[in-house]
Structures are given as C-alpha cells and as structure tokens.
C-alpha cells in the first residue's frame, strides 16, 4: 500500500511538472512606468521557452521574435517620436504581460558614488521640494547595490517610479534637479536611471573594453582583467575592477538611452592625471556597451573640500584630471567650487549642480540657444603680456557668448598664483581686462612661466562669468 502511494505521489509531480505552464520573463529595467528613448530604436527582450515565438506591440507597432536555445529573445520598436501620454505595451509569449503607463522622451543614465546617489531628501530644502516634487513627466528607477562575479543579465528592482511628493525624495537628488530643468525646457518625459553607489571607485564601473582602450591602463588592468572582479570572503568585493559593471550596468544592456551624468572622484583622490585616464576607459567603456559611440557623458567637478590637513594637495590634481577630460568628445563639465561646504562632503546644493548638467545638455545635445554661457570660464592658454612681467590667461569661448568675466562679490579677483622657473609658487594679482581675459603677475617673479587657480582644496575662488557661473580650477605646471 506504502509503495503504490509513492508511485502515485511520483506520478502526480510528473504531471504537474509537465503540465506547468511556461512563463515569459522580463528585466527589471522593463516595466510600467518606464520612458523609453526617443528619436532611436528602443530593445525590448526577456526569456521564455527555446523556439517560442513572442510577440511585441506598442504604439502602433507589432514586432515578433523567435526565442533563441539561449532562451531569450529581443526585438527592437522603430524609433518614435516623445509622447507624454501613457501607452500599453503588450507582449505575448508563453504568457501575456502588460506594462502600463509607457512614455517616450529623453533616458539618462545617473551613476558614480555618494553625491549622485544623494536623495531629494538629504539635499538643501527637503520638504519644500518634495510637496513640489508634481512632475509625473519624471520618472526613476533605483538600482541596487549588486556586485557580481560575472556580467549579469538582470539585476531586481522596486521599478520606474513617477515623480510625485510620495516618491521623489528618494530620488538620486542631482539626477532629479537635472530632469526638472532638463523638462521645463523641452518640454518632454525624462527617465532617470539611478544606478550608483556611495564611495565606490570608478574601476568598477568600467566595463572590460573601457580598459582595453586606453594605453596607460594596460600593464596594471587591461592585461589583468582575468583577475577581476577580487573577492572578498564568499562574495566579490564591490571595489574591484569590473565589479559594478557586471552587476549593476551589464543588466540594463541593452537598453536606450540618451546619455550619461557621473559625479565621482572622491575615492580616487590622489591621483592626479591617473584618474583622467581612468574616465577615458569609462567613457569609452560605457559608449561601447550601450552602442553609442557619441555617447553625451556630463560629469561634475568635485566640490572643495577639507581632506586631512589644511594644505592637503591631493584635490587639485583630481580637478586638473576632471578639466582635461573635457578634451574627450561630447563630454561636459559642472563647477561646483561656488556652492561647496568644506566640512562636508556632500554638498546639500543639488539643485544647482542638477541644473548646470542640464545646461550642457540643452546646448549640446537639443540646440538651445541659451541667453548666456552654458559653462563657467574653462581655462585655454596663456600669453606673455607687458613684456615678459606678466601672464595673460585667456578662456575657451564657449557658445556665442562673450565670457563677461567678473568676481560675483565685487572683490578682486582671488586664488592666482604664479611660479618662475623655480617653481616656486607666489601670490598674483589677476586683472580682468575687456571683460574676456585676464593679467596674472607679482612682484616677486620678475619673469613667470607658469600660472595656476584655486590651487588648493578649500579654495572656493570668486571668478565667474556674465552668467555666474564658476571659473574651474588650473594649473599649467601640472601634468
């Protein structure tokens, strides 16, 4: 009796197993609520059974794909035009799913450590901009903190949600104040991908080929990527090159999107033009895996900040790394030296960092044609000037805007140093002249040869432009 109960139990999951039906599979960057890229065909795929056909259908559209031995398929919607009206998009494989309230506009990748990953919560004003926060045009996906061993194709989420005063505080704050004036401008839906976490490197985050790119990483990472991700204990330390990447960028592939924002640094200060090459391997990195070589990539400078003792130099060399990144193609830079804290490293001013990204975008990447500069003075060259006493440090013209040079505390203009030969460093008055450049001496160098600007952590310069917007800091004698 005992054997022909199991036989039977045996026979009855058997028939379950065989019986359950198949279910089609998406990744939690898919879901209700999401904005899809404008302008560019947009990938949607997932997993089901081997040589099932699914099919997708979405404004219009009706696509179909044939799920592969890998069990997973893709199709990819012909590129629309922004609707802010919400859409049903349907897909029917071994089982149906509908993803509700689907917009189209502008996606935008936010990532790096803790200030990008900052909330509206922890930011200036916190309970003012969250009963405001009514912008449902907005929306936000959260991705956890995940690293992995190998590149994953999916990684959980909470999924998108819409801005609202119920939400949006913790939304990553810069990101948010960015798609806010980003908004009011074009007037189109903004998704936020807030993939980022707080005091982590940037070698994680660089996928395998950013490495490979870039000459000077070779030796201690292109040619060791075999050894990465490290572990640590029974898991994979998070700081590890690759780590990030594997776990928390490789599953929003293939996905669309528009560009990226980075607020990053802090762990890597010290440096110097090492980090440089670093954000050359990310970039190139991050153009590579998301397919677009023109990849608009807006980062902000660190803000000034006590680092140990008062003359700490490690800072500096992390800004003059930051400003030479801005030789790379379709990238942009945010100056906070103005809206800085030096006893605290998170700066509670978000909004105007958000918004000064945004100005690089408006310009850059949706031909704005802003009233004033989208950049505060970026430093280009210097000149001899009244015959070998002095320098001229002239700026990079930026738009059709002239510089309009000023200090926004009607001072003089401060932080100028010039060196000699020597090297030896020495205070310098700068004289803004004709509003577009500027004479830099001192009396104790009879014949400079090098000039440098906010040079020191907690220096927080009064140079900006018509638009106010900050000078960033320079130095001609570092490399």
């Given at each position: 009796m005992t054997k022909r109960l199991l036989s039977l139990s045996c026979i009855v999951v058997i028939l379950s197993a065989f019986f359950?039906?198949?279910?089609?599979?998406?990744?939690?960057?898919?879901?209700?609520?999401?904005?899809?890229?404008?302008?560019?065909?947009?990938?949607?795929?997932?997993?089901?059974?081997?040589?099932?056909?699914?099919?997708?259908?979405?404004?219009?559209?009706?696509?179909?794909?044939?799920?592969?031995?890998?069990?997973r398929w893709e199709?990819?919607?012909?590129?629309?035009?922004?609707?802010?009206?919400?859409?049903?998009?349907?897909i029917r494989g071994s089982s149906k799913i509908?993803?509700?309230?689907?917009?189209?506009?502008?996606?935008?990748?936010?990532?790096?450590?803790?200030?990008?990953?900052?909330?509206?919560?922890?930011?200036?004003?916190?309970?003012?901009?969250?009963?405001?926060?009514?912008?449902?045009l907005i929306r936000h996906i959260k991705i956890p903190h995940r690293p992995a061993a190998q590149p994953e194709n999916d990684v959980p989420s909470d999924g998108w949600k819409v801005c609202s005063p119920q939400t949006a505080a913790d939304f990553t704050a810069v990101g948010y104040y960015f798609a806010r004036h980003l908004q009011s401008e074009i007037k189109?839906?903004?998704?936020?991908?807030?993939?980022?976490?707080?005091?982590?490197?940037i070698e994680p985050w660089i996928p395998p080929v950013g490495f490979k790119s870039v000459p000077a990483l070779k030796t201690n990472f292109a040619d060791k990527l075999d050894q990465f991700p490290a572990k640590r204990g029974n898991g994979v330390n998070h700081q590890s090159p690759?780590?990030?990447?594997?776990?928390?960028?490789?599953p929003l592939l293939p996905y669309t999107i528009k560009g990226a924002l980075w607020y990053q640094g802090e762990s890597n200060n010290g440096e110097g033009m090492l980090y440089h090459e670093k954000m050359k391997a990310l970039i190139a990195g991050?153009?590579?895996?998301?397919?677009?070589?023109?990849?608009?990539?807006?980062?902000?400078?660190?803000?000034?900040?006590?680092?140990?003792r008062d003359d700490d130099p490690r800072?500096?060399?992390?800004?003059?790394?930051?400003?030479?990144?801005?030789?790379?193609?379709?990238?942009?830079?945010?100056?906070?030296?103005?809206?800085?804290?030096?006893?605290d490293i998170h700066p509670k001013n978000k909004q105007d960092v958000g918004k000064r990204l945004a100005l690089w975008a408006l310009v850059k990447d949706y031909g704005k044609k802003l009233k004033t500069q989208y950049s505060g003075p970026i430093f280009e060259k210097t000149s001899h000037a009244e015959g070998k006493d002095s320098l001229t440090v002239h700026f990079k013209k930026l738009g059709d805007h002239h510089h309009g040079l000023k200090t926004n505390d009607n001072k003089p203009v401060s932080h100028f140093e010039i060196a000699g030969k020597d090297g030896k460093w020495h205070p310098a008055k700068a004289?803004?002249?004709?509003?577009?450049?500027l004479i830099v001496k001192s009396d104790a160098v009879k014949n400079p040869v090098h000039v440098r600007f906010g040079w020191h952590q907690m220096a927080e310069p009064n140079l900006v432009n018509g638009a106010g917007l900050p000078a960033s800091p320079f130095s001609t004698a570092f490399k």
């Open positions: 359950v039906q198949a279910e089609t599979k998406l990744p939690s960057i898919i879901g209700s609520h999401m904005v899809l890229q404008q302008g560019e065909k947009c990938p949607i795929w997932g997993w089901d059974d081997s040589d099932k056909q699914v099919t997708v259908e979405f404004a219009g559209q009706k696509h179909t794909a044939k799920v592969g031995d890998d069990g199709i990819h919607l012909d590129s629309m035009k922004a609707n802010a009206k919400g859409q049903t998009l349907t509908e993803l509700m309230d689907v917009l189209v506009g502008e996606v935008w990748l936010c990532s790096g450590q803790s200030n990008m990953e900052w909330r509206v919560r922890q930011s200036a004003n916190p309970q003012e901009e969250i009963a405001n926060a009514k912008h449902p189109v839906p903004i998704g936020l991908i807030g993939s980022n976490w707080g005091g982590t490197r690759l780590a990030l990447y594997n776990g928390m960028i490789n991050w153009r590579s895996v998301f397919n677009k070589p023109e990849l608009p990539f807006y980062y902000v400078q660190l803000a000034p900040f006590r680092y140990g800072l500096p060399g992390i800004w003059q790394a930051q400003l030479e990144t801005l030789k790379v193609p379709h990238t942009g830079m945010a100056v906070t030296t103005d809206i800085s804290n030096v006893r004289t803004i002249v004709y509003g577009d450049h």
